[in-house]
C-alpha cells in the first residue's frame, strides 16, 4: 500500500466515516450484510481533512491528467468535496444527478458543459460501481470527454474493477479496502479471526450471512 492510501485509510477510520463491526453487521441500501461501513460525508465535518483531500485529489488531477476543463461531482455524496476540488483548480463545476428532476428543466446535469469539454469525475466512495458509472455515461451523452475519475475510497470489489475497464473509465482512489485492513491489523483494532471475516465478505459481499 502507499503511504497515501495508508494515510487515508488512518484518517477515515479515525473520524468513523469507516465503521468496521464484524460481529455486528451493517445492512446495505442494497439489502446486503457487511461487517464495514464508510460514509465519506463525514469528512466533511472536518476542516482539516476535507482540505487534506480536496488538496490530493488536486494534486491528482494536475499530475494526472493536466489539461481539464470542468471537474464534475456525482450526486449527492461527492458534490461538496466535487466544489471544493474545482475552486482549488481554478475550474468550473458541474454535477450530475441519479435521476432526472421531476420539474422545470429536469435536468439530469447540473451547471454548463460544452460538447468537446474534457471532465473530470469526482466520487465519494465506489462499491459496485453503477452509479458511479451513470454519471459518466450521463456525460458522455452530453457529448464530453470523461478522461478519468478519482473517489476517496473503494471497496475494491472485482465487478467494479470490470465495470470501469468495461467503460473504458481510468479509476483513481485515495484509499481502499486493502489499505484499511492493513491499518486496522496494524493498530491491534481487529483480531486475526475479524480479519478472516472482513477477507471473506469481500470476496463475495451479496451473499455473506446468507
Given amino acids: ?14 473520524i468513523k466515516a469507516i465503521k468496521v463491526q464484524p460481529q455486528n453487521p451493517f445492512t446495505w441500501a442494497s439489502g446486503w450484510k457487511s461487517p464495514i461501513y464508510c460514509d465519506n460525508r463525514k469528512t466533511l465535518s472536518y476542516p ?15 499530475e494526472k491528467y ?5 471537474v464534475a461531482g456525482v450526486a449527492t455524496g461527492a458534490i461538496a468535496q466535487g466544489a471544493m476540488v474545482a475552486e482549488e483548480l ?12 421531476d420539474h422545470g428543466l429536469e435536468n439530469l446535469i447540473e451547471g454548463d458543459l460544452k460538447p468537446g469539454q474534457k471532465v473530470v469525475v469526482i466520487e465519494d466512495l465506489i462499491s459496485t460501481g453503477g452509479s458511479s458509472l ?18 476517496i475510497f473503494t471497496y475494491g470489489f472485482p465487478v467494479a474493477s470490470e465495470k470501469f475497464s468495461e467503460a473504458n473509465v481510468e479509476l ?5 479496502y486493502g489499505a484499511v485492513l492493513e491499518h486496522l491489523l496494524k493498530t491491534e483494532f481487529i483480531g486475526e479471526e475479524e480479519m478472516e471475516t472482513l477477507k471473506e465478505w469481500r470476496k463475495d459481499p ?3 450471512l446468507k
Avoid: H, Q
Avoid at 482539516?48 to 494536475?62: M, Q, S
Fill in 66 to 70: 493536466g489539461d481539464v476543463d470542468v
Fill in 48 to 62: 482539516e481533512i476535507r482540505t487534506f483531500i480536496k488538496k490530493e485529489f488536486a494534486r491528482l488531477i494536475r
Fill in 172 to 176: 483513481t482512489t485515495l484509499s481502499n
Fill in 1 to 14: 500500500m502507499s503511504n497515501l492510501e495508508n494515510l487515508v485509510a488512518e484518517k477515515l477510520l479515525k
Fill in 134 to 151: 451513470k454519471a459518466v455515461e450521463a456525460l458522455r451523452k452530453d457529448g464530453c470527454e470523461v478522461i478519468g475519475m478519482l473517489a
Fill in 206 to 208: 451479496a451473499n455473506w
Fill in 90 to 101: 481554478g475550474l468550473p463545476f458541474v454535477y450530475v444527478r441519479s435521476s432526472p428532476k
